[in-house]
């Protein structure tokens, strides 16, 4: 039988950033196994926005640290991710002004670079905008996006050396326990056998703790997004994250922007493996509209297509990481909830150290799997159904 040192299950930015520290901690042979090709689900799809806005301690912790890895993305995460640091202006209205006051300050006090703008100064920065209903806004001026299909070659490819091993094209089909603890993976290409399994199978994430008994609350969202066309001339736009009207616009490339719905979220209930791709008419007007009200100077530019992918929501809309008490071995990294590209390589370090039996410098215990049934989920200053 091969073995391992450790196997990790799913080849999207989850996967491959625990793959990638494991490696460069240097704990042995780590097989990274993807059933199709890496990044080809939820993470390739992703807006890959890089922000730092959230309230709570250990996300904006990790979010400092994400963006941190993305300015150094050579050194830190193993290539040139396409890290695009054109600023994150979050358009604050009336009724998310204590919100907005609060994510400020704690911005503030972990240190991260955020400025208050006025609606004028909001005009001098994105003059295509139309600020109706806007209060004020918040610039994170060194944030911006990064090209996600590439972070994960990039993670993947720089591990080799240090003994990564990417088996794309070959599904794990079962874990092996034996008492208390993991001590196999059953592939199509036939068992591994080893002593840490993480399952980063992202919506199949589920299924995969179902062979070991385990039962997450997970549901899943079809999530779109558009791209539209930049007319010659319109002028630089920052990504934008507009919470009243619930859309999210960035850049992408020189000539056209990528639109999604925003939060609050509405869910479109779909199953992992029932997720139509396609963009469909109804949601790409739906976003066009609020696109449109926002960006008035855009109502007659065409469209591009779009496309949908998968969003794999928890019940508090933060990831689920670390180990199962009672099954040594098995770690879970998954449940992304819609803003988990970002947080992927901090949470993915974070979990190697935990694998290795070192304390991490950022405390991943809030997100632990059994946070529910202690009746400690984490919330978020925006309310319900958010990411923040
Ligand atoms: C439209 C959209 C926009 C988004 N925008 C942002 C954003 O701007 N910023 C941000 O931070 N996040 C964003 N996200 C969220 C982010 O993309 C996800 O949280 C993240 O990509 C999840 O990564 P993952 O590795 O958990 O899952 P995935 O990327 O889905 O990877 C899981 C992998 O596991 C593989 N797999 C499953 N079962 C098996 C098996 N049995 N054997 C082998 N392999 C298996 C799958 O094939 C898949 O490749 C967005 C998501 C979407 C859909």
Redesign the pocket.
């Known amino acids: 039988m091969k073995t391992a040192d450790a196997v990790v299950?799913?080849?999207?930015?989850?996967?491959a950033s625990a793959a990638h520290f494991l490696a460069k901690r240097g704990f042995g042979r780590v097989v990274l196994?993807?059933?199709?090709r890496l990044?080809?689900?939820?993470?390739g799809?992703?807006?890959?926005?890089v922000r730092t806005y959230y309230s709570n301690p250990i996300t904006l912790e990790l979010a400092k640290r994400a963006l941190h890895m993305f300015q150094n993305d050579r050194e830190l995460l193993g290539g040139d991710c396409g890290f695009r640091p054109i600023g994150f202006l979050l358009l604050i209205g009336e009724r998310l002004r204590a919100a907005g006051e609060q994510i400020l300050e704690s911005e503030r006090r972990h240190g991260l670079h955020v400025e208050r703008l006025t609606v004028e100064e909001v005009a001098d920065l994105a003059p295509p905008l139309s600020l109706d209903g806007v209060s004020y806004g918040i610039l994170e001026p060194r944030s911006g996006y990064a090209d996600?299909t590439r972070t994960t070659e990039n993670l993947v490819a720089a591990a080799r050396p240090w003994g990564l091993e990417p088996r794309a094209g070959v599904?794990?089909t079962g874990v092996r326990q034996l008492g208390d603890r993991v001590v196999a993976v059953e592939t199509e290409g036939g068992p591994i056998e080893t002593n840490v399994v993480v399952n980063?199978?992202?919506?199949?994430a589920g299924r995969?703790g179902s062979w070991l008994g385990l039962k997450y609350s997970l549901r899943w969202s079809r999530?779109s997004?558009l791209f539209v066309h930049m007319p010659v001339g319109f002028g630089a736009l920052p990504v934008v994250s507009d919470p009243g009207l619930r859309f999210y616009l960035r850049p992408d490339g020189e000539d056209r922007i990528i639109v999604?719905l925003g939060a609050p979220k509405e869910i479109e209930p779909v199953e992992p493996d029932g997720c139509d791709p396609a963009l469909d008419p109804g949601i790409r007007e739906r976003i066009e509209r609020v696109l449109f009200e926002r960006i008035p100077a855009l109502a007659n530019a065409r469209h591009l297509g779009g496309y949908a992918?998968?969003?794999?929501i928890t019940d508090d809309w933060h990831p689920i990481v670390g180990p199962e008490p009672g099954l040594e071995g098995y770690y879970a990294f998954?449940g992304?909830?819609?803003?988990?590209?970002?947080?992927?390589p901090p949470i993915g370090e974070a979990l190697a150290d935990v694998i290795c039996g070192e304390t991490p410098a950022i405390d991943l215990s809030p997100f632990r799997p059994g946070r529910f049934i202690d009746g400690k989920p984490l919330t978020s200053a925006w309310g319900e159904g958010n990411r923040g």
């Open positions: 299950i799913g080849g999207g930015i989850m996967g196994l993807e059933r199709g990044a080809g689900v939820s993470t799809h992703s807006a890959a926005i996600p599904a794990a980063a199978a992202g919506p199949w995969v999530e997004d999604g992918s998968i969003y794999t998954f992304g909830s819609g803003h988990g590209f970002k947080l992927g």
